[in-house]
């Protein structure tokens, strides 16, 4: 597939279903009133209660976000049915594992080599970490949308850390088409994140709610393209 058909796929893959489009907004929805309402309670238990709630849906949301990689790999082309809700609970706890193992790394050295480079008198050391820690966060920016469709293809943890196949995913594709695509994505989801957010300060309730449905529309629009290339290599094999 083009990467051009690619894109216009996946923009029109959350208006498949309008139903279950608008049911994922409304679950970011309650997450988000979840998460802002455990701030305003001075009781501590009410505050663990709401913020382990938040954190369930969340998982939840991101098991369904995997499952509609899964079906987009599988070349269905409707938004997949909320069913099996246990089932989205642990694949969201999969999704997290998944960034949780591939962040660590990057992740600790960005913030040694800031310190080291603002906070003490060893900058050019720290320069050299902070560097270091920004081109293993693109290494994971690019391979992590991989690992997890090589996950929701597998339905295994393990597959997202099989290094050796991602790579391989990725050499069918063309390293310089793959990169394109994942600035491509990258590009548009920010930029359409960013819009919904400064419409809740123009039309603030308007805004709020439109904010939830616009990211739950490029979050699915996101794992749909990643899920499409991915089928691509599967198509290639054959």
């Known amino acids: 597939m083009e990467m051009g058909n690619i894109i216009k796929n996946a923009y ?13 907004g409304l679950i970011f929805l309650v997450s988000e009133l979840i998460n802002e309402f455990s701030e305003g309670f001075g009781n501590p238990e009410y505050q663990i209660s709401l913020l382990i709630a938040y954190a369930v849906i969340n998982l939840v949301i991101e098991g369904y976000l995997l499952r509609s990689m899964e079906y987009s790999i599988k070349g269905d082309n409707e938004l997949p049915k909320f069913h099996q809700w246990p089932r989205m609970f642990t694949d969201g706890m999969k999704v997290f594992l998944v960034l949780f193992i591939y962040g660590f790394i990057p992740g600790i050295m960005l913030v040694i080599g800031y310190f080291i480079l603002f906070k003490s ?20 920016v690019l391979f992590v949308n991989m690992a997890l469709a090589n996950m929701a293809f597998h339905g295994k943890l393990s597959a997202a850390l099989k290094i050796s196949e991602i790579y391989d995913r990725i050499k069918i594709i063309g390293w310089i088409r793959y990169i ?12 359409g994140t960013l819009i919904a957010f400064l419409m809740t300060d123009f039309i603030p309730l308007l805004g709020f709610i439109g904010y ?27």
């Open 12 to 24: 029109k893959y959350p208006f498949s279903n309008w139903k279950r489009f608008l049911i994922l």
């Open 121 to 140: 008198a060893l900058a050019d050391a720290g320069a050299v970490i902070l560097l270091m820690g920004i081109f293993l966060t693109v290494l994971f």
């Open 180 to 191: 394109f695509l994942s600035i491509t994505v990258t590009v548009i989801v920010v930029s």
């Open 212 to 238: 939830f449905l616009i990211s739950s529309y490029f979050e699915l629009f996101s794992y749909r393209a990643f899920g499409l290339i991915y089928k691509e290599t599967l198509d290639l094999q054959q």
